[in-house]
């Protein structure tokens, strides 16, 4: 009996089998199974920009220094912000003088009406009782200014709004800090966070709550975390808020990119993460 034809034949199928069983996995696993490499770690970053304007009088922090929440980072013009309150104390004195003054007037007009009215002319009693009541407005309005003036000073020492590190530092003592102008940028080590571009045919196997694989290309250190939630919305043309993702190319149509947001968990020891550094994230979806 023959059997090189059928041994051919066998060979062949199986073969046949064995490749579209592998291209049918790898189809899967590229263009369904929910794992990228186009990750991104990432952290909120706050701009320190002065509420008040002024020469820097100190620097207390450096490039790159972490810093907690409340800490000084730099100080302005304490001098003239310091004259400025006395100032607006000293005002709000005079102020409540002129006040105790004019009531002390308009007591004793409205009393020598009640004792005798033809003593005092009823104007002369309006009157005093008017200017007293213009001295309180006044002493209100020094005591707003000695609020504000206080308000000053406290935030001419500006300080940490959270903890974080300290990035692109260039303040040195004699800047001119204008008010609302961004000074230094501080990382808030809070914050960090992975974004995840998946491609939207792996969408449907990713739901909030689903566990993550973090791996950064730095060390190749693995971080576990969480599926926290995706952007409801991506740029098309002339939506101008949205970040731009172009799929097409002239020869095919590629599948749209979705970020997906991730929440780290515990960092394993000695693991300091940067903003923008890259890794490749693997979701391991639930039980439906």
């Known amino acids: 009996?023959?059997?090189?034809?059928?041994?051919?034949?066998g060979v062949t199928l199986v073969a046949t089998g064995a490749a579209v069983f592998v291209g049918w996995r790898l189809w899967l696993y590229y263009t369904v199974s929910p794992w990228t490499r186009d990750a991104r770690v990432l952290a909120q970053v706050v701009e320190i920009a002065p509420d008040v304007s002024g020469l820097v009088d100190a620097v207390n922090v450096g490039d790159n220094q972490f810093v907690q929440k409340g800490d000084v980072l730099f100080v302005i013009d304490q001098e003239r912000f310091t004259a400025a309150l006395r100032q607006a104390q000293a005002n709000v004195e005079l102020k409540q003088q002129a006040l105790t003054?004019?009531?002390?007037?308009?007591?004793?007009?409205?009393?020598?009406?009640?004792?005798?009215?033809?003593?005092?002319?009823?104007?002369?009693?309006?009157?005093?009782?008017?200017?007293?009541?213009?001295a309180q407005a006044e002493l209100d309005a020094a005591q707003a200014a000695l609020t504000t003036a206080q308000i000053n000073l406290d935030r001419s020492r500006v300080r940490a709004p959270t903890d974080g590190y300290i990035t692109n530092f260039n303040v040195d003592a004699g800047d001119y800090a204008r008010v609302g102008d961004g000074m230094l940028a501080l990382v808030d080590s809070h914050s960090f966070y992975v974004y995840a571009y998946f491609m939207e045919t792996k969408l449907p196997a990713i739901r909030e709550g689903d566990p993550a694989r973090v791996e950064l290309m730095a060390g190749g250190v693995v971080i576990d975390g969480v599926v926290e939630g995706l952007s409801r919305a991506i740029a098309i043309p002339g939506e101008g808020?949205?970040?731009?993702?172009?799929?097409n190319f002239d020869w095919i149509r590629l599948a749209q990119r979705i970020?997906?947001?991730?929440?780290?968990?515990?960092?394993?020891?000695e693991v300091r993460l940067v903003s923008g550094l890259s890794a490749t994230v693997v979701v391991r979806p639930k039980a439906r």
């Open 1 to 9: 009996m023959n059997i090189g034809p059928a041994l051919r034949v």
């Open 101 to 134: 003054y004019a009531r002390d007037t308009a007591r004793r007009d409205a009393n020598l009406e009640r004792a005798d009215a033809a003593a005092i002319a009823a104007q002369t009693v309006e009157f005093t009782a008017s200017t007293a009541a213009e």
């Open 259 to 269: 970020p997906v947001r991730i929440k780290l968990g515990p960092l394993p020891p």
């Open 241 to 247: 808020l949205l970040a731009q993702v172009n799929p």
